[in-house]
């Protein structure tokens, strides 16, 4: 008579491999995970330092005392020359005035942009600033055109190339949507111009003329929070990995006490 045989046979070495396998490609794949979190957050750390710089540099200029613009003819650029406070005279092509459109504080309208001949015979554009869509007509704002020479104070700007607000500039029917000076200064007969525009101060002194000063500067910095999340995720990934290597995952847990009791 046959002997009886109790229980079930325990798990061969065959079948415990595909176990072992599963875990070390679930060890590696936290690994990775790990790594790149990792690699995200120190690269959000360098560019919250780069924020902070740019917003520490960008703040002095618009502070600083004001200069003289680069020359018409001079290449410029936003890391080094964009917001810079400047002082410029002129006189104005009050009836080469451009409007394009903006929205601000006080509401859509647009902005007027008007060329300024300097001494030299350049041609700077200047954003005199905001006016609603019923002060468009200068008829409506004669005391603002202001005649003869004058001297322009305000913050050095790139110009802004295309469009905007999800639409092309129209230069053949005349309607802009973004300050390109290349673009206005043709269209206008002014070009060639200074590769900037300059946004005017706020004159007190001409309560008629279009509303200057609107400049907005404003960085988003959310890099802190990025950090946080990135590095959160990293320190969860390098935990789960320590407990994938350690077999104290919780399906393997029960995977582990299944095969012990049969």
Do not use: C
């Not at 176990?19 to 690699?39: D, N, Q, S």
């Not at 680069?70 to 650029?77: E, G, K, L, R």
């Not at 200068?138 to 001297?151: D, L, S």
């Amino acid at each position: 008579m046959p002997p009886t045989v109790y229980g079930t046979p325990s798990m061969s070495s065959e079948n415990a491999k595909p176990a072992g396998k599963g875990r070390i490609i679930l060890f590696l794949a936290m690994l990775v995970v790990t790594a790149a979190t990792t690699a995200l957050g120190a690269w959000q750390v360098q560019r919250l330092l780069w924020k902070q710089d740019l917003i520490a540099r960008v703040d002095a200029r618009v502070h600083a005392q004001p200069v003289s613009p680069p020359p018409a003819s001079a290449a410029v650029n936003a890391a080094d020359d964009e917001y810079k406070h400047v002082r410029v005279s002129g006189t104005y092509l009050n009836d080469k005035e451009t409007f394009v459109q903006a929205v601000t504080s006080h509401g859509p309208g647009f902005w007027v942009i008007t060329p300024l001949v300097t001494a030299d015979g350049s041609h700077i554009l200047i954003n005199r600033g905001f006016v609603a869509p019923d002060r468009r007509d200068p008829a409506k704002r004669a005391e603002g055109q202001v005649q003869g020479e004058t001297v322009v104070t305000g913050l050095l700007r790139m110009t802004e190339p295309g469009g905007g607000f999800l639409r092309e500039n129209d230069a053949a029917n005349d309607r802009w949507y973004s300050r390109d000076v290349a673009a206005i200064s043709a269209a206008r007969g002014t070009a060639p111009a200074a590769p900037y525009f300059i946004d005017a101060e706020a004159n007190p002194a001409l309560p008629a003329a279009p509303v200057g000063g609107l400049t907005v500067i404003k960085f988003p910095n959310n890099h802190a929070s990025y950090i946080f999340t990135w590095f959160s995720l990293a320190l969860m990934s390098a935990a789960a990995a320590f407990y994938v290597l350690r077999g104290r995952w919780p399906f393997m847990r029960a995977k582990n006490r299944n095969e012990t009791e049969a």
